[in-house]
């Protein structure tokens, strides 16, 4: 048997392994953190509000201007394909 290989034996990485919280104390631990993290929240204004949903809106736009854009080239080169039904 070589020097390197394992015997059998699991070895834990970092020492003593710390006792796990029961289910009720890692659920008030998890609601605390959730509060800290709400706390850490910053609302926006109303103007920058506003401008954020004028961007959104604007892209939604852009956006469907390019799929109809597609579609409609599509649609040409499909009906020059296959011939427009009479």
């Known amino acids: 048997m070589a ?3 394992p ?3 699991v070895v834990a990485s970092g020492g003593t392994r710390e006792k796990k919280p029961n289910v009720f104390a890692r659920f008030a631990l998890f609601i605390r ?9 910053v609302t926006p204004t ?4 506003l ?3 004028a961007v959104v809106l604007g892209f939604v736009v852009v956006m469907m201007a390019i799929v ?8 040409l080169m499909a009906q020059y394909v296959f011939g427009v039904p009479s």
């Open 33 to 41: 953190q959730v509060f800290a993290e709400l706390r850490k929240v």
């Open 46 to 49: 109303r103007q920058e509000l």
């Open 68 to 75: 109809y854009g597609l579609d409609f080239v599509f649609v």
């Open 7 to 9: 015997k059998g034996e």
């Open 3 to 5: 020097q390197d290989e």
């Open 51 to 53: 401008k954020y949903t």
